[in-house]
RNA sequence: GCCAGAGUGGCGGAACUGGUAGACGCGCUGGAUUCAAAAUCCAGUAUUCGCAAGGAUGUGCGGGUUCGAUUCCCGCCUCUGGUACCA
């Protein structure tokens, strides 16, 4: 025995013998001592392999964390340590995403610095996730509202405005190779993703002003500024995102929205489309999450076609994915902001035009599931390039300016809306495709026989695409077109808690770009957060700050939430670097994540966003890899039980009436007669469970927090009437339903309340027990005893009842060798597949055996320390010291099953009649196939079965099971 | 509408390559212990017929492949998530 242990023994003793589990004991001081001794520090150790585990990182929110915040920490956090068992040197930091639009909200009303708000959540959420033990190496930390953070999130800013995209080489080059290929070539052969194709010669580029060039080269940035079309909320004064907007109003505050054009900024993200779509098939994601980013991206083959223009000599190219419906198109359609109405509106078309114009302007945005007919006719035609006749050019909503070409061929015959709008404007419909037979499919479906349509009269769809696409290509009518849904991203944001643009402006309006060695330009200090009355952030209302010159006037926008969450996993590989925003030692070794776990709401955004961030800095020579993120894993999210009382629309005696939730059904109501009001969860007796109800105490918590309700007459489910002052015995049942946890239905379990009850082990294991980590499940709070009575029956293989250390030296059974070689192979493999549910169950049977034979060996009880160390950190390490290690468990190897202990001598084989199971038998584990079947037969079970029918067939598969089929 | 995923006891879930459906846990029922309770321990717990032995049914529904299907195929229903005038 080593002295250590000696000294346990003697402070045990001198404890008058009662070593019982006390779990915040046991915790403190094991939190305490990883801290001193840096236990989850890494460093690029060559001689290991490899290993980045990374959890998305959270916003810092007022709310602290409930306990469906951390179930992705904690699987995450389990296959580290067990990563690091095995050998690996893991990467497992943790920070903090701390820009953002709450924060400022919170300012806003409050007049608390966002600064200072979100560094007091920080340490907050810092505190909760200490308490659940995670292995994070917090010297690795960042924040991206830190100047020495967002220094880089602007530097790489900078380099996506310093380059453009080349589609022949496939990557971003800088900007100077763009402008001597202007100087010596101007627009031609030029080959790369821009927002409009303008030709000029070299002479023109050398005799544009300035500003002209600067406008040029923005049509190639891919980080650049551009007049677009923003959701504008007057409400509010500021720009919203699209997710910000639903049924046309602000989801905060339900303000109108309106579309409104403003210069933004924008990331040129389309350029990447087709290598974000190629990138995915070498990545291992789930199916779901990589068909969302695929809708998203959204590729489509088809068409540009030319048609010239009735009255003007001009033309308009339209994108369609059925260029074989060409002879069906009897009109065009554009986009309301398309760049030619304004050249082709006929002067009796104008009023109407206008008047077109102004309604769909003044229109909400994001009208979800309305279809809109509007649209108006231009009064000009255009030329139907195959059939020579005059067609009309119209404008409507459904045409969008920043998809395809912004303008369409109608083919009414072919296409839901525009079938919709010929009908509903009365204009021509032409059948050309033949669909006898298909009388199911969609007139959209590509199937049917091409008639009406002169040279591709009988051919399927499929070869008429063929046909025609030659055709357009020899007659110079058109061309072969890839187009995606995916937009440019709009980088702009009218607020003050993001990250300032390094750019400035002159008096004529001309960009300037800060030199990279002023990074960072640091967001000043402001205590007014009102946003400036003309839309602008409120940085523009600081003018000693917006304004340093008289001729200088630095960019008030701010950056979006993703730019900073864009790369901050490669900032944890070199967290304090100032000279570059990561070295080239760090990421050579750290290479990417080869684990990334988070919520799949992040599933277009960030995730989008940071594949384009890496595969620009990829093109950059910065980083080794294509794709950041090799592995994705998509949490569930933990829900909630939703407590309600039944309130009656019909007032009784003209007070609030609120029933018990077993009288819905009794008095046959319907959801019209009565509204659910939640009632935090803390007032509701039996929480979660079907009984839940509010009592005396429990009406007397409610009515003190919903004053409204002062008067209020509560029901029972046997019709008696309570009141606040006479409420003695009374029984309300509350309406239990599964839903979010949140704040607005008061039923938030905050894991410190968990923690403090039951400790940090028994709350980690419990959210992995729920089930499978991909699966929404509601939080159970019964469940938990199941994991609670599971930790202390493990604890009293370790210790007897008197607190007593009773792990002995011996030699133990046979069978405590199996089960633990058994449960050694299962959690191993468990923990790869990310199956913890599974590895628990595993635990709980191989200590509940052990239990039952009085296993006391060490050499038994040992290893299962170890396999239960990446689960339950602070009990492990607690045993594992008192079985005589001075070195940390989470410092120990993994241990690895051997076969030998898991051959069995003899197998149970089910003997079945017909695939049903009718008996079973155990044989030695070499028993030949002849005599497992004459042994089966033989079962009296069986020979009952058997008697007076002719046996047709016998499977016999050696190891698995008999079957005999009559 | 379109795309993706999922439907298994009272509940959370297990069954990994087609081979004993319901592991493990919660809850519930009964028992032991206790003056009593909590805690703990033991037994039972898919449905149904039956006193029992023992049957029958059973993984959303309807078909199919197979000696054998929760697992594979076809059609449908429901739920969850994504998306929404994308030509």
């Known amino acids: 025995m080593n002295p250590f242990v000696l000294t346990i023994f003697a402070l045990h003793s001198g404890q008058n013998n009662n070593m019982k589990l006390d779990y915040s004991a046991i915790e403190a001081k094991w939190k305490r001592q990883w801290a001193e001794t840096d236990l989850y520090k890494v460093t690029e150790d060559k001689a290991l ?423 357009l290509e020899e007659n110079h009518l058109g061309q072969k077109q890839i187009a995606y849904k995916l937009r440019d991203a709009n980088f702009s944001r009218q607020r003050y808690w993001g990250e300032p643009f390094p750019i400035y402006y002159d008096a004529a309006g001309l960009v300037h770009e800060m030199p990279y060695a002023s990074l960072p330009h640091e967001l000043p200090d402001l205590d007014d957060f009102k946003p400036s009355p003309d839309g602008r952030s409120p940085l523009a209302r600081l003018d000693s700050w917006a304004r340093p010159a008289a001729d200088k006037f630095l960019e008030t926008d701010t950056m979006p939430g993703y730019a900073g969450s864009s790369w901050y996993f490669l900032r944890y590989m070199d967290p304090t670097n100032a000279d570059e925003f990561v070295s080239r030692k760090a990421v050579d070794y750290w290479q990417d994540v080869d684990l990334y776990v988070g919520g799949v709401e992040h599933a277009v955004g960030h995730l989008m966003y940071s594949r384009f961030w890496h595969k620009f800095l990829y093109d950059l020579g910065y980083v080794p890899t294509q794709e950041p993120f090799k592995k994705l894993v998509n949490q569930g999210m933990i829900q909630g039980v939703v407590e309600s009382l039944i309130l009656l629309k019909e007032r009784h005696d003209g007070k609030a009436h609120f029933i018990s939730a077993e009288l819905i059904k009794a008095k046959g109501l319907s959801p019209n007669d009565y509204s659910a009001i939640p009632v935090h969860i803390d007032f509701v007796s039996a929480y979660g469970q079907p009984n839940s109800h509010i009592t005396e105490e429990g009406i007397k918590s409610f009515i003190q927090w919903r004053n409204e309700y002062a008067e209020a007459i509560f029901e029972s489910a046997d019709g008696k009437l309570y009141t606040l002052t006479n409420a003695s015995g009374a029984f309300i049942e509350t309406l239990s339903e599964v839903g979010k946890m949140s704040k607005r239905y008061h039923n938030v379990v905050n894991p410190d309340d968990v923690i403090a009850r039951y400790g940090a082990d028994c709350f980690r294991m419990y959210e992995m027990f729920l089930g499978p980590i991909e699966q929404s499940k509601p939080w159970d709070t019964m469940g938990i005893e199941g994991i609670n009575k599971f930790l202390r029956k493990f604890w009293s293989l370790y210790f007897n009842e008197e607190g007593e250390w009773i792990v002995t030296d ?92 898991l051959v069995n001598t003899s197998i149970t084989y089910p003997v079945c009649i017909n695939g049903k199971k009718r008996s079973e038998i155990t044989l030695p584990v070499d028993t030949p196939k002849e005599e497992i079947e004459s042994s089966a037969k033989a079962l009296p079970e069986i020979m009952k079965w058997l008697e007076g029918q002719s046996i047709k067939k016998t499977i016999v598969i050696p190891g698995k099971m008999v079957n005999i089929v009559l």
């Not at 409930?66 to 920070?95: E, Q, T, W």
């Not at 979800?368 to 409507?396: E, F, S």
């Not at 199911?440 to 696409?469: C, M, P, R, Y």
């Not at 046979?814 to 199956?835: C, Q």
């Open 810 to 901: 011996l030699e133990p059974i046979e069978s405590s060798y199996k089960i633990l070689h058994a449960t050694i192979k299962k959690t191993n493999e468990d923990i790869e597949r990310f199956s913890f549910n599974t590895a628990i169950s595993q635990f709980m049977i191989c200590v509940n055996e052990l239990r039952k034979t009085g296993e006391q060996s060490s050499k038994i009880l040992a290893p299962l320390v170890q396999l239960i160390a990446p689960f339950a950190p602070f009990i492990t390490e607690e045993i594992w010291q008192y079985l005589g290690h001075d070195v940390s468990v989470h410092k120990s190897t993994f241990p690895m099953h051997e076969d030998k202990w």
């Open 49 to 471: 392999p490899k290993f980045y585990v990374l959890d998305m990182f959270p916003y810092p929110s007022g709310a602290g964390l409930h306990v469906g915040h951390p179930l992705g920490y904690v699987a995450s956090d389990i296959y580290s340590r067990h990563k690091r068992m095995c050998g690996f040197n893991v990467l497992h930091p943790m920070g903090y995403d701390a820009f953002g639009l709450p924060a400022e909200q919170y300012a806003l009303d409050t007049g608390v610095h966002p600064a200072k708000s979100t560094s007091d959540n920080i340490t907050r959420y810092r505190a909760q996730l200490d308490n659940i033990g995670f292995s994070y190496d917090w010297s690795r930390q960042v924040r991206t509202d830190d100047p020495s953070y967002y220094r880089w999130t602007q530097w790489i800013f900078l380099n996506l405005y310093h380059h453009y995209y080349d589609k022949i080489q496939d990557k971003a080059l800088p900007i100077s190779a763009l402008i001597t290929h202007f100087e010596t070539a101007g627009s031609k052969d030029l080959h790369t993703a821009s927002t409009s194709h303008p030709e000029f010669s070299a002479n023109d580029w050398k005799s544009m002003t300035a500003i002209e060039q600067s406008n040029v080269l923005m049509n190639y940035r891919l980080a650049y500024r551009k007049s677009g079309f923003v959701n504008w909320c007057e409400a509010l004064g500021t720009v919203l995102a699209n997710d910000e907007v639903k049924d046309g109003v602000s989801e905060r505050g339900g303000h109108p929205v309106v579309q409104k054009e403003m210069m933004q900024w924008a990331l040129r993200v389309t350029a990447y489309a087709e290598r974000l779509l190629n990138g995915m098939e070498n990545i291992d994601w789930s199916d779901s999450l990589k068909s969302i980013q695929r809708n998203w991206i959204g590729r489509s083959e088809g068409a540009l076609i030319n048609f010239s223009l009735a009255n003007i000599d001009s033309g308009v190219t339209v994108y369609t994915t059925r260029p074989d419906t060409l002879y069906g198109s009897t009109f065009l359609v554009l986009a309301k902001d398309h760049e030619l109405v304004n050249d082709i509106l006929s002067a009796d078309q104008k009023d109407s035009v206008r008047a077109y114009l102004d309604r769909s302007h003044n229109k909400v945005a994001d009208t979800r599931g309305d279809k809109n007919l509007d649209g108006v006719w231009t009064g000009a035609y255009a030329i139907h390039p195959l059939t020579n006749k005059k067609i009309q050019i119209w404008l409507a909503d459904y045409v969008l300016s920043d998809y395809g070409t912004g303008a369409i061929m109608a083919v009414p015959c072919g296409d839901e809306r525009d079938l919709a709008f010929a009908q509903h404007h009365q204009l021509e419909i032409i059948e050309v495709i033949d669909r006898t037979g298909l009388e199911n499919s969609s007139i959209e479906d590509k199937q049917g026989i091409l008639i009406n349509s002169s040279f591709l009269d009988g051919l399927t769809v499929e070869k008429a695409i063929q046909s025609i696409l030659a055709y």
